[in-house]
């Protein structure tokens, strides 16, 4: 896509794992982490890469950043990443989503280039609009910061203030939040190679037993 100039990727690498009982930032995916795994396959779209929140090894240079709200959710980290960066377009993906295709990542910024609306979100199977695997133009910054401001912390509370469109998929789109969530993406994708580090505590064995 020779438009990339106008794409950064923001990787939301923060949040407290509550739910899978570690840090999501230490899963791997055929020894790449997750987050590095997408970007492997997705070189080339995009002018900047910004981590936002812990710092991981990616195969392009990336620039990371910290929340100006701290402790304010998914909407502080797309915030952060929007005032650091120099692009008009922004990909904003949560470090817990793997595997997500090429295909339709340059879907989600053929839209938003095309229809300069404020906000492009994947609509996975069954309806599910996911506000981590989006487009945010940079006028969500400032809205995003008064909606912090004022003690909002949920991205689709952004939603509701932006020109929004959505580009629709038949994949489910996988957010790893629990011990349950990692082991039926192992069981659905058997040939790949889903990792804990080492330190990893109170981990569901049979999403452990599922990877092996």
């Known amino acids: 896509m020779q438009e990339n100039q106008y794409f950064a990727a923001i990787l939301l690498n923060g949040g407290q794992s509550q739910r899978l009982g570690m840090d999501k930032s230490g899963l791997t995916l055929d020894g790449l982490p997750l987050a590095a795994e997408n970007f492997q396959r997705w070189q080339g779209l995009f002018a900047d890469i910004i981590i936002v929140g812990k710092e ?17 959710g ?4 797309v915030h952060a990443g929007l005032t650091a960066s ?20 340059r879907r989600l910024l053929r839209e938003a280039l095309q229809s300069r609306a404020e906000i492009v979100a994947c609509r996975s199977a069954g309806g599910k609009i996911q506000p981590v695997c989006a487009v945010y133009a940079q ?7 008064d909606l ?26 996988f957010n790893i939040n629990t011990p349950a969530d990692a082991a039926r993406f192992a069981a659905l994708h058997p040939q790949r190679r889903l990792n ?5 505590e109170g981990l569901d064995e049979t999403a452990e037993k599922k990877t092996e």
């Open 148 to 173: 912090l401001r004022r003690g909002k912390r949920s991205l689709m509370a952004l939603f509701d203030i932006c020109q929004c469109r959505y580009v629709d998929t038949a994949q489910e789109l």
């Open 86 to 105: 120099r692009r008009p377009y922004n990909l904003a993906v949560a470090c817990d989503m793997p595997l997500i295709p090429r295909d339709l990542i």
């Open 196 to 200: 804990y580090p080492p330190d990893a």
């Open 139 to 145: 006028s969500c910054r400032d809205k995003a910061a």
């Open 56 to 72: 991981i090894p990616l195969p392009e240079s990336a620039v990371t950043v910290q929340d100006i709200f701290p402790g304010s």
């Open 74 to 77: 998914p909407l502080a980290g």
